[in-house]
């Protein structure tokens, strides 16, 4: 069972900053893509980021330009920077690992809080 924990979640306020990081419980697993969701109370999960081991980035056009994914693929760390942070980005963030020809994640972490306010 592959466990990727993530971190770096808390309350900032609007135009902030926060950094969140996820990574694997075990070091040594290798993994070819990683990325970031979020889910608001109340609304489905929605795609953030998404960046593969050659670099290749991807956003939602509702983050671009704010948020910045990055991955060290020596530890299989995953960074999502945020920047000009709103209310509308208030949400549960996860973090997933791994994506299949189909397009689905096969590991996904727990969750981390991220509330933007005043």
């Known amino acids: 069972q592959v466990q990727l924990v993530e971190s770096g979640g808390g309350l900032v306020q609007p135009g902030g900053s926060l950094t969140l990081s996820c990574a694997p419980s075990?070091?040594?697993?290798?993994?070819?893509?990683m990325g970031w969701y979020r889910q608001a109370p109340g609304k489905q999960r929605e795609y953030v980021a998404a960046?593969?081991?050659?670099?290749?980035?991807n956003y939602a056009d509702s983050v671009k330009g704010r948020f910045t994914i990055s991955l060290n693929s020596l530890k299989n760390t995953v960074t999502l920077q945020m920047t000009s942070l709103n209310s509308e980005d208030t949400a549960v963030y996860y973090c997933a690992a791994n994506l299949d020809l189909q397009g689905k994640w096969a590991h996904w972490g727990q969750g981390t809080q991220v509330t933007v306010s005043s």
């Open positions: 075990d070091s040594a697993l290798s993994f070819n893509a």
């Open positions: 960046v593969s081991q050659v670099a290749h980035s």
